[in-house]
């Protein structure tokens, strides 16, 4: 874009503004830069920076019945571009059905560093890695390894602007490291990862490291059937698990009866204890390490998001408190349905049990007969009434007795509910960053503790390696 961005929005806001006095709007103007690094079999294949840039345009006009919205998103507009866009959301909004959602858009004032310019990431910031990397290939080699790979750094900066004055920026850094070794003409396989801000606390040969460790677990082989075992949850896996929690916790469905949320007889389970473990689920922009913005920015409506929220602040919440549900997600038109307060999520998830402190190999001490996971993937819903979930383990199933690790068996498919996990809890460690594997490609931002959990349920055994 060679205009400046918050003159994008300045334009856009003038241009309904001149429309129609009756209108109301927000305008979302973000630019990305995103810069990655690729490998397999022991060498770099692809490196290379990106960049994009688009404007979202929401409108609000005066309809029979109510307001109708209007909502378009376009890539890569100079001022004419921002123009016609409005225009065309406009005609959207004046011919639209009255959006249920629709609410007064929020008013403020200009946001210091509100003009300032985006910052870009570029090949500087993955430097060390790729320096890393030539040691971590060597050792591969060294030792009858393959490794595959993928490091990646973006930086995203939204500017916001509303009919109501306000005035908002926030620059976004996030990345995700993701390293899997092979062996043994790929009959084993292990799995690391990490989240970060911009690889500063990324230590690339110390997950090296964990990948040889799993490869050795796994040169012996036990065989195991299905069935239900104390099963040791890396952070890893206890995020796949609780991101999906944290979606399907929307209010309105809770509300209506249509989730494991929903109170029998009516309402919610909010002020329910649904574990005896003292383990809190929180979402906090300010967090040290997975901050985030701190006011909505939602580029469409969805049951969780409302695009007439833009710019409502969304400050530190608490989701479950020492094992009781204490806030769903609202909007403000779901909290004016369900009757709970507004709570915007912050783009941040930790899962926290009081005074923990043990990491993985502590927990797995603590095991007599059991399993340590490698990692979950391919998670399916099966049941949004108690939240059932399906999926696969990948990349190691370790074996645990005595509290040593002595093989590792097959891979298994499992059925379990995240709520009903939570209420399994035998120990939780110390919270760590780490990346779910699963859903990394939408959700980067979590710190969750290892979990050790009673009872497992590995429903099948899983065809394959």
Not at 233 to 252: F, G, I, K, N
Not at 290 to 298: E, M
Not at 420 to 444: F, N, Q
Request: with cysteine.
């Amino acid at each position: 874009m060679t205009t400046p961005a918050a003159e994008l929005v300045e334009i856009a806001l003038a241009e309904v503004a001149r429309t129609g006095p009756e209108l109301g709007a927000a305008v979302l103007v973000s630019q990305s830069s995103s810069m990655n690094l690729r490998w397999a079999l022991n060498g770099l294949t692809t490196n290379g920076l990106t960049t994009s840039g688009s404007v979202t345009v929401i409108v609000g006009a005066p309809v029979t019945g109510g307001t109708g919205s209007g909502v378009l998103t376009r890539q890569g507009l100079d001022a004419r571009g921002v123009r016609d866009l409005v225009a065309d959301t406009v005609a959207l909004a004046r011919s639209a059905e009255p959006a249920e959602d629709a609410a007064p858009f929020v008013t403020g004032s200009e946001q210091p560093g509100f003009a300032d310019p985006g910052a870009e990431t570029g090949a500087s910031t993955l430097a060390p890695v790729a320096e890393a990397l030539g040691e971590v290939f060597g050792r591969s080699r060294e030792n009858g390894r393959e490794s595959f790979g993928f490091a990646l750094h973006e930086l995203t900066t939204t500017w916001l602007g509303t009919t109501g004055g306000l005035r908002y920026r926030h620059e976004q850094p996030q990345g995700s490291i993701q390293l899997t070794g092979k062996a043994g003409a790929r009959s084993r396989s292990a799995y690391v990862a990490r989240g970060t801000r911009d690889f500063s606390d990324v230590d690339v040969l110390a997950l090296d490291d964990e990948i040889a460790t799993r490869l050795r677990w796994q040169e012996r082989r036990i065989d195991l059937g299905p069935g239900r075992y104390t099963t040791v949850l890396p952070p890893t896996s206890v995020a796949d698990l609780m991101v999906y929690y944290h979606w399907s916790a929307e209010a309105r469905g809770a509300h209506e009866g249509r989730t494991v949320f929903s109170r029998p007889g009516g309402g919610t389970r909010v002020g329910e204890r649904i574990t005896g473990s003292p383990v809190s689920l929180t979402s906090d922009p300010y967090h040290h390490e997975l901050g985030c913005a701190d006011r909505v920015l939602a580029h469409a409506s969805s049951e969780t998001a409302s695009a007439f929220d833009n710019g409502l602040p969304s400050p530190a919440v608490t989701w479950l408190d020492r094992g009781t549900i204490s806030a769903l997600p609202t909007t403000r038109h779901t909290a004016g349905l369900t009757g709970l307060p507004v709570a915007p999520t912050p783009e941040n998830l930790v899962l926290t049990g009081e005074n923990g402190t043990a990491g993985t190999a502590e927990l797995v001490a603590g095991v007599e007969r059991g399993l340590l996971i490698g990692s979950l993937w391919y998670i399916r819903e099966v049941d949004p009434q108690s939240l059932l979930l399906t999926g696969l383990t990948r990349d190691g199933v370790y074996v645990v007795e005595n509290g040593e690790i002595v093989g590792a068996a097959g891979n298994f498919r499992f059925n379990e509910s995240p709520v009903d996990v939570l209420s399994r809890v035998e120990a939780y460690g110390a919270t760590e960053v780490c990346l779910s594997r699963e859903w990394c490609d939408w959700y980067t931002r979590t710190a969750m503790p290892p979990l050790r959990i009673d009872g497992f349920n590995m429903s099948t055994v899983a065809e394959g390696s």
